[in-house]
C-alpha cells in the first residue's frame, strides 16, 4: 500500500517553504531586505536557531542573499532573466522597442482580462490607490513621480491576475524598462497632452478593472499600449527627420 508513517515537519522547513511562497508570488521582491532576525523569529513563531537554518537553505538555492553590515535580502538574481548580451542587443536594436510593445499588448491585456476575473477586492483596490496617485502627480505635474506610477500601476494588474509565471516575467520585463533599454519612459510624460492621453487611457482602465469587466479591461490595456507604440513611432520618425535636416541646415550654413 502506498502510504507511510506521518512525519513532524522540520521548523526550518516550514519556514523555507513559507519564504519561497513569498518571493515566487511576488510578495518579497528583488532587492527587498528582510526583517532584522529577531524581529522575523518572533513574526514566525520560530528559534532564531531554526530561523537561520532555514535563511542558510535558501541562501543556498540562491533565492536570499547575504549584505556585510546591511542583513538579509532577496536575491536580485530574480529579476533578471535575460542575459547582458541580450539586454545588449534589445538596446541597440530599433525594432525590439515595437516587439517589446507588442509583447506588452498582448501579455498586459490578458492580464487586465484575468486581473477583472481573478482579482481579490485587494487587489482592485491597490490598483486604485496607484491610480489615486497618478492622478495627484498629474495635478502637480510631477512628471518623473507620474513615470515610475505608470509602471507601478501596470505592475498591479499584473501582480492582480494571480499567475507566477507572467508576474516574474514581466518583472523582468519592467526591470529593462527602467533601465531605458527599450525607450526613456520620462519622454511619454514631457507634453502635457501626451500626458494627458495617457492618464485618461489609465482611467478607463481602471473603470473597466473595478467594474469587473474582463474584456473592456483587455481592450482599454490594447488601446492604450497600441497609443505608446504610435508615440513611439512618431518619436523616431522625428528624431530622423531632425538628423537629416541638421545635414541639410550644416549644407546650407557650410558649418562642419
Known sequence: MPFQKIQ???LSIAVVKQI???ILRGILRPG???PAERELAER???SRPSLREAISNLQDQGLLTAKAGSGIYVAEVLGSAFSPALVQLFSSQEEAVFDFLSFRRDMEGLA????????SDSDLKVVQAIFDK???AHTRNASEDEANLDAQFHMAIIEASHNVIMLHMMRSMYDLLQQGVFYNRQMMFQQRTTRGAILDQHRA???ALQDRDPKGARQAVEQHLSFVERCMADQQKATRNEEIAQQRLQHETGEA
Not at 112 to 119: F, M, N, P, V
Open 112 to 119: 487586465a482580462e484575468r486581473a477583472a476575473r481573478l482579482g
Open 20 to 22: 519561497e511562497l513569498l
Open 8 to 10: 513532524t515537519e522540520k
Open 32 to 34: 527587498e531586505r528582510l
Open 134 to 136: 497618478m492622478e495627484a
Open 205 to 207: 482602465i481602471n473603470a
Open 44 to 46: 514566525l513563531g520560530v
